[in-house]
């Protein structure tokens, strides 16, 4: 069950510059879990306390996972996850 | 240093007006690597305020796309403010997590929608660092051929 996921620049400290990286899971939870066991650190620029963290955007090939089921979004066999950053200020 | 044409200022501050009193937002993406503002990409403030910015999530998504496919990157990050200075807030500090792009700032506070005086400067923003950098305006149709 190989998972394509998309980096962005500013978390590509953990992939050893990588942009795009595989992973296992059948949830989003367990394609994070799988990412920080192989980037460790990763998982915690993803999900604090409340889940998925505010400014993260985090979607499943081109949906944000927010309107599906957040972190126990299904995913399959060559699915994206794509991250991306939130663009935001005050 | 920023290298950025008129044009591409003009674009901004226009942009600025056109929302003011809502901040607005948007990008100038630019090939990899180049460091070139090029290509002006105004984007819808989600969050529709006179203190906040968000682009939708959906447009993001298909934002970086589209920079992808060209083998581009955001250059320039600009917002206006729209009762306070051209200078990142807290709040842009925290949340500013493209390390690479020049963060422009523009301010309405003084003429709003319409014409006048207005600030415009631009910053570097790196792991909570804010430093501020000089604008060169420049005809960049020009540069490098």
Redesign the interface.
């Known amino acids: 069950m190989a998972i394509e996921v998309r980096v962005?620049?500013?978390l590509r400290e953990f992939t050893g510059g990588e942009k795009e990286v595989t992973a296992e899971g059948i949830t989003l939870q367990g394609v994070i879990d799988n990412l920080d066991a192989n980037y460790p650190g990763i998982g915690g620029r993803l999900i604090d306390d409340s889940g998925l963290r505010r400014?993260v955007?985090v979607?499943l090939n081109?949906e944000?996972v927010?309107f599906l089921d957040g972190l126990n979004t299904a995913v399959a066999d060559a699915d994206a996850i794509?991250i991306?950053?939130?663009?935001?200020?005050? | 240093m920023l290298r950025i044409s008129q044009e591409l200022v003009d674009q901004i501050v226009r942009h600025a007006r056109a929302d003011h009193p809502d901040?607005a937002?948007g990008?100038i993406a630019g090939p990899v690597g180049s460091d070139l503002p090029e290509r002006f990409i105004p984007?819808v403030n989600a969050?529709r305020s006179p203190?906040?910015?968000?682009?939708d999530?959906?447009d993001?998504?298909r934002l970086?796309?589209d920079m992808n496919d060209r083998d581009e990157e955001?250059v320039v990050?600009y917002?206006s403010h729209t009762a306070t200075q051209a200078f990142?807030?807290?709040?842009?500090i925290s949340?500013?997590?493209?390390?690479?792009a020049h963060y422009v700032l523009v301010s309405t506070r003084e003429t709003g929608a319409d014409d006048g005086p207005y600030e415009f400067r631009s910053f570097r923003i790196v792991n909570g660092e804010v430093t501020e950098e000089p604008i060169e305006i420049a005809d960049l149709q020009n540069f490098g051929s």
């Not at chain 2, 990142?88 to 842009?92: E, G, Y």
């Open positions: 962005p620049t500013i400014f955007n979607y081109d944000d927010r794509t991306l950053p939130a663009v935001a200020g005050g | 901040e937002c990008v984007m969050a203190t906040f910015y968000e682009f999530s959906g993001l998504f970086y796309r955001p990050i917002h990142p807030s807290r709040t842009d949340l500013a997590q493209e390390p690479g």
